[in-house]
């Protein structure tokens, strides 16, 4: 047995094993992390705070809104001028009355940043 872990060590080895399998169960990381049932519980906890993610029934998956945050972030780093330049023309179409249906893409995202706050118009957001 080595040195044991701090809790940012066992945090990131456990992210690093959920990255690979999706799935892990509390024994398994007990095992791995050569630590105690409760602590693993509490790296869970702390873990499923951050968002990273979900604890369920003897153990833990993966988030997925994780994934899908990263992804999004990372799409949105990507032209971000003319991003924004379609946001505003698109938002410019907009006319007082006009039911919008938007989606959560990064350019929709822009269209939403440009509407005018004071349009009397509909805005659906399709997740």
């Not at 049932?37 to 369920?56: F, N, S, Y």
Request: net charge neutral.
């Amino acid at each position: 047995m080595g040195k044991p872990l701090i809790p940012a060590q066992r945090r990131e080895r456990i992210q690093e094993y959920l990255a690979i399998h999706q799935i892990v169960r509390t024994g398994d990381l007990c095992n791995l992390l050569e630590t105690s049932e409760a602590t693993v519980r509490r790296d869970l906890e702390w873990l499923e705070q951050k968002g990273v993610l979900e604890r369920t029934h003897g153990g833990a998956i993966l988030s997925q809104r994780v994934i899908f945050e990263q992804a999004y972030q990372q799409r949105a780093q990507h032209y971000p001028e003319e991003r924004k330049r379609i946001g505003e023309l698109a938002a410019s179409l907009i006319e007082e009355g006009d039911i919008v249906f938007i989606n959560s893409g990064t350019t929709a995202t822009q269209v939403l940043q440009h509407i005018r706050r004071d349009s009397r118009i509909t805005v659906l957001r399709i997740m």
